[in-house]
């Protein structure tokens, strides 16, 4: 029993240390990428697949998020009387939270399941040795362009759930809920600050890295068969959801003390 | 003195090995898969290895390009020691060789064409698209394969995957090519100008290779030198008048494709062929 739980936790140690060594590896092989033309097609494609289809997921799930807000908040602030201020609540849960961790989440389970099972069937058919073995680093081939493709995109797919989360918190609040449309858009840009929607997308580059890094290391070291394929995508969705919410955490912390620094006084209301 | 000693060391070692495999030894977790191996491979030869299935094979062709790191042992390419060198300076070294893998590893997203031109674009700048198109061109024509370029993997039949790999494997124009089981699946005829290809390779232009097959007719034709394998260890080792009349049973049983009395026996046992037939007595539908 303990020698189990023994060998589980030195697996899980180990698993972490082998995960540290490939990030590492893969982040200096993405910088060096970067800045070499050569690379460029190989990220163009990836950019292709990974963005241009994930459009409409994150800007269905942004326009809910703003809806359900609206509906949620609407009561408790119509009680008193502060309901013109929904803009703010709406907006500034969205740029700064929700938009980002959800279209996170979504992309984890877009992008991360399918870039796990194609980099997973590619190493159980011996395709990442076939790679190694024509002298060329699969790190540079196949996980540099997916985390630079996903490091510039989640970015910009943020800023198109935060619109579409905007959109539709105005379309509930205004439309529905008829709230005058001028006290419910000058609330919100007086106390949504241009801060507020940075971190946001700011958020995205982490959460994008996180994303390509984890798919591609379990695709990598997938397991044989149809079965492993299967299960190491189970196993990136479900990790790259816990390192999303983790890294939202450490970064508000962060944000937070770096706002402070900066603007060390404001008043909540 | 010193550095005279060293050389007259080497010139001995040298004798025209390319590849130099020193006790090596294979373990897969506590699964022991080769047990002590020693393989001097001659440069220019054609050296083929067989053994039953699941004897390491495939295990031991990876180890000669470093795909696989050795428990303990060691792989000289050209007398420089490799199992030990990183990824980076690895992959210099691999330019030399032509792996072609038991299974094509062909990559399932990109064309016949451009998994054929895969290795030369990332060794390459290429600026000449017209050349390298006849270079593709004249690669699948070895291979009977010619007008094939825009077809992907998943079209092909496991026979054409496999020589559309094989062409791959000698884009780069290796002075050394591994072949695990390249007649396997291929019908006789194209089996037989797959050995014309390994053979006109050495011909013409001296390249090594090593040759991991099941196919006895083809191993006589191509070898030079047969190595046999068996539970991990070179049970027999010479050319193939050598091993027709080697004397050891398991050599004998496995060129001539016999089975082992106690294999035999196990079929005979009365009940066994009924009992592998029982099936559930409700038959549904
Ligand atoms: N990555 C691995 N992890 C664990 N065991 C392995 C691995 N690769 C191979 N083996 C084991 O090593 C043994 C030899 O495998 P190998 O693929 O070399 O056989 P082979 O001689 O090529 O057989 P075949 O003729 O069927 O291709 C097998 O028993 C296999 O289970
Ligand atoms: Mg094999």
Known sequence: MFAVIGIKTFDFINDIGRFAKFFWQSTIVSLNCFLRAKAYPLIRTQMNIIG?????????????????????????LAGMGLEERLGVLINISVVKELGPVLAAIMLAGRIGGALTAELGTMNVTEQIDAVRSMGTDPIRYLVAPRILALLLLTPILIIYTDLMGILGGYFIS????????KAYWSYSASFVELWDVAIGVVKGFFFGVAIAAISCYKGFTCKEGAQGVGQACTEAFVSSFVSILALNFALAIIFKAIYFTFWPIKSIV | METENENKTKAKNEHNSIIEVKSLIKKFKN??????INLNIEKGKTTVVIGP??????????????????????????????????????????????????GGALFDSLSVRDNIIFPIDQHYKITDWKQIDELVKSKLAMVGLDG????????????QRKRVALARAIALNPDIILYDE???????????IINEIILKLQRELQITSIVVTHDMKSAYKVADRIVMLHNGKIVADGDADYIRNHPHPVVQQFINGQVDEDDLALLRMKGTMSQAQFLPSDFVQ
């Open chain 2, 53 to 102: 299935s699941g004897c390491g094979k495939t295990v031991l062709l990876k180890h000669l390009i470093v795909l696989l790191r050795p428990s303990s042992g060691e792989v000289y390419f050209n007398n420089d020691r490799i199992d030990d060198l990183k990824e980076k300076e690895l992959d210099k070294i691999r330019t030399h060789y032509g792996f072609l893998f038991q």
């Open chain 1, 174 to 181: 205004v439309i529905q809920f008829g709230i005058n449309s």
């Open chain 1, 52 to 76: 241009v289809r994930s459009v409409p997921v994150v800007m269905i799930t942004g326009a809910f998020v703003g809806m359900t807000l609206a509906i949620q908040a609407y009561d408790q």
């Open chain 2, 182 to 192: 390249p007649t396997t699946g291929l019908d006789p005829i194209r089996s037989d």
């Open chain 2, 31 to 36: 699964k022991l898969v080769l047990d002590k």
């Open chain 2, 148 to 159: 094939y370029q825009n077809y992907y993997p998943a079209k092909l039949s496991g026979g």
